[in-house]
């Protein structure tokens, strides 16, 4: 027999990160400011096909690191290792004397992105 608090914690640990939120930590975000985040976040990441190979100066690396922040909170634990991954892939490729292999790890990680926030929305709004 299971005690009170030992079946307390084995139903929280089948429940997914987003079952456990409480009103506390509930995202303050809506669909379309998540969607405009994301349209700026792929501007500078066409900045960044534009600059591949070329280094990363101090202001553009900020404006990345302000998109990873933003994006990285809209998204909670589970979406931050998929911008950490496109944050990082940007910056390989800028500072790459061949950056091909990261342009292409950075679109792979773009695309991921795209439909985790697509996904996002779709839970947020309905």
Known sequence: MLSA?????????????CDRRTDNDAMHYTPDQLHAELARFNASLRLVSRRAGRGLDYDFERTLDA???TLSD?????????VMDT????KSALTSAEPFH???????????LGRLVRR????MAG
Do not use: E, K, Y
Request: aromatic share 2%; net charge positive; glycine share 6%.
């Open 74 to 82: 809209m998204l909670g634990p589970d979406g931050t290792p998929v």
């Open 67 to 69: 998109h990873r922040r």
């Open 120 to 123: 996002w929305a779709m839970r």
């Open 87 to 90: 944050i990082a892939a940007a």
């Open 5 to 17: 608090g030992t079946a307390v914690l084995a139903r929280a640990l089948r429940l997914s990160p």
């Open 102 to 112: 990261d342009l292409q790890a950075m679109a792979r990680a773009q695309d991921t």
